[in-house]
């Protein structure tokens, strides 16, 4: 983390928010949760941008979603997640927390769960699961998004490793960074979209829906 970075994030974690008693739990299990000024920058989306219903594609244990359904009491989240282990947590903690009228989880690979997300009219999307199959996801739901609606991509500066590939070693990480790197560039030439990808911890990108041509 750069010296601005840990400056701001010790800021942000003044007035922690009561969510923030799940972070110590997900570094320790190794749970890739939102960042925090990455998280605070999609929240603030969320306040000027109002949407009413967000589809998240990959729950984990709930987090930014019940982060998400904090902004504002009328917004509606349909999540999705196809690990059990992760989707019992997230479930548990939506009820812990108190948020099962906003929240929805659907148990399935997003790859298969068009269907069950049915013919929602959607806000905003936020894309945060397997990093090698955004685009598909991308593709799959964005039939559903308004125009003016927003896509939030995370992660899609994944370890400093998109911008700088040759350090890494592993063959797998590679092919998985090589994807990250095309569905940049495809989302920055898509012309249906207004794109700005932002250089905040792991990289988030955000793309506006144009008026469809
Ligand atoms: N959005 C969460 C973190 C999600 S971590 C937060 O910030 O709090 C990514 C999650 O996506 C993992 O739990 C993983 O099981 C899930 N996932 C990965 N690929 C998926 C797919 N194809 N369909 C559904 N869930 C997927
Ligand atoms: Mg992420």
Do not use: C
Not at 76 to 84: A, V
Not at 155 to 170: E, G, K, P, Q, T
Not at 178 to 202: C, G, M, S
């Amino acid at each position: 983390m750069s010296k601005n970075e840990s400056y701001l994030v010790a800021l942000s974690q003044k007035h922690p928010h009561k969510l923030e008693a799940l972070r110590p739990y997900a570094i320790e299990h190794e749970v890739p949760i939102i960042h925090p000024l990455s998280l605070d920058m999609v929240k603030q989306l969320i306040r000027i941008h109002q949407p009413k219903h967000i589809l998240e594609i990959g729950t984990a244990i709930g987090y930014s979603a019940m982060h998400f359904a904090s902004v504002d009491p009328d917004i509606r989240i349909t999540t999705i997640e196809r690990n059990d282990d992760m989707y019992q947590q997230a479930k548990q903690n939506i009820a812990d927390y108190g948020y099962q009228e906003q929240i929805e989880i659907i148990f399935e690979d997003a790859r298969e769960a068009f269907d069950a997300v049915g013919d929602r009219q959607l806000d905003m999307i936020f894309i945060d699961a397997a990093k090698a199959q955004t685009k598909k996801f991308f593709e799959l739901y964005t039939p559903l998004l308004k125009t003016g609606g927003l896509v939030v991509i995370d992660n899609i500066l994944y370890h400093d490793f998109v911008a700088d590939i040759d350090v890494v070693r592993s063959r797998n990480v590679r092919q998985m960074v090589k994807k990250i790197q095309k569905f940049n560039t495809w989302l920055n030439d898509n012309e249906a979209y207004h794109t700005n990808f932002l250089d905040i911890e792991d990289g988030l990108a955000i793309a506006v829906k144009g008026e469809s041509k």
